[in-house]
């Protein structure tokens, strides 16, 4: 199974960008195995996936983000990164990289979470 | 976007009982649907893919169901290590959708 490690700053302020990046091991970004996929959390609540990309550099989003969401591939550094611009308050949440195998379902590789609070 | 419905929202239940969570697609996903068993402060970890397809290294007391528009998740034997909140997602079509949860806890 791969090992995914998710980074970037805890604190973003109101109408500013999110940037988070997930760092793969285990395993090639390279790979036209997997869909690497962003999924997010709101504090007690449930699951939202964000988006997700393929190898190929084909992306895939959630239209209930309106078009704030870019996800992209770095193969040179095996990572993958979400940004989501113009945030407000609604997208503090755990953000999760995870990976989704072509060939079956489920997201079966995660990484830890990632709590990113936006406010003032 | 497909609903994904998701019934109880929470549920307790003593050790040794068998335990039943429903989840009702808006239509038909085939049996493209997983269930997921998350712990406070961790990552989802996935049990039953396919709606019926046992995660390897999961135990045999979760088992899934269903088809269409109608999945169970069952735990035939509930345990006290099993306590955490279980979703329901389809991937039939996206964007992929999840289930609202639904909290177990032992009584």
């Known amino acids: 199974q791969l090992q995914l490690q998710e980074s970037g700053p805890g604190l973003v302020k109101p109408s500013e960008t999110l940037s988070l990046t997930c760092t793969v091991s285990g395993g090639s970004t390279s790979s036209g195995t997997y869909y690497w996929a962003w999924i997010r959390q709101p504090p007690g609540e449930g699951l939202q996936w964000i988006g997700c990309i393929y190898f190929t550099g084909s992306t895939y989003y959630n239209p209930s983000l309106t078009s704030r969401a870019t996800i992209s591939l770095d193969t040179s550094s095996n990572q993958f990164s979400l940004k989501l611009n113009s945030v407000t308050a609604a997208d503090t949440a755990v953000y999760f990289c995870a990976t989704r195998a072509m060939v079956r379902g489920p997201f079966d590789s995660w990484g830890q979470g990632t709590l990113v609070t936006v406010s003032s | 976007d497909i609903q994904m419905t998701q019934s109880p929202s929470s549920l307790s239940a003593s050790v040794g009982d068998r335990v039943t969570i429903s989840c009702q697609a808006s239509?038909?996903?085939?049996?493209?649907i997983n269930w997921y068993q998350q712990k406070p402060g961790k990552a989802p970890k996935v049990l039953i893919y396919g709606a019926s397809h046992l995660e390897p290294g999961v135990p045999s007391r979760f088992t899934g169901s269903g088809s269409g528009t109608e999945f169970t998740f069952t735990i035939t034997s509930l345990q006290p290590e099993d306590i955490g909140t279980y979703y329901c997602?389809?991937?039939?079509?996206?964007?992929?959708?999840f289930g609202q949860g639904t909290a177990v806890e032992i009584k």
């Open positions: 239509q038909d996903i085939n049996n493209y």
């Open positions: 997602q389809q991937y039939e079509r996206l964007p992929w959708t």
